[in-house]
């Protein structure tokens, strides 16, 4: 795919969540999915499904999407989709999933100490949502 098509079709997207149209808006993240870009590219595209199935509320829906969206970037020591799922999860006040994630996530060498910061105060945060 040429990327001024994957522009294009990203910001369609975009336009057609604002507008609330999330079927319309599915259906063009299915078509980036189903085109050649890359796992990465994928993972994100599979983040921005989960997000939309989230504004459905469809939470089922969107753990699946936050999943896929993780296969595609595990492989790449990526955590962009598993961070996004964690706070999700928060969101949604499954707090003790959230914390596993993170807790998970923390011991990995690939992280920052940035990253190591952000995960431990997120970590604190859901321990005092756990009371």
Do not use: H
């Not at 997000?51 to 829906?61: D, F, H, L």
């Not at 952000?118 to 949502?129: F, P, T, V």
């Amino acid at each position: 795919m040429l990327y001024q098509d994957y522009e294009s079709r990203a910001r369609q997207v975009g336009a057609l969540v604002d507008a609330g149209k999330y079927d319309d808006a599915l259906k063009v993240l299915q078509s980036l999915l189903d085109s050649d870009i890359s796992d990465i590219d994928k993972s994100i595209m599979s983040l921005n499904m989960a997000v939309v199935y989230g504004k459905m509320n469809q939470p089922g829906r969107a753990l699946e999407w936050y999943d896929r969206g993780i296969s595609y970037e595990a492989v790449y020591l990526r955590f962009l989709v598993l961070e996004n799922k964690a706070s999700y999860l928060y969101e949604q006040k499954r707090f003790r999933e959230c914390m596993d994630i993170y807790e998970e996530l923390l011991p990995q060498s690939f992280l920052t100490e940035v990253d190591k910061l952000r995960l431990r105060q997120y970590i604190e945060s859901a321990k005092n949502q756990l009371g």
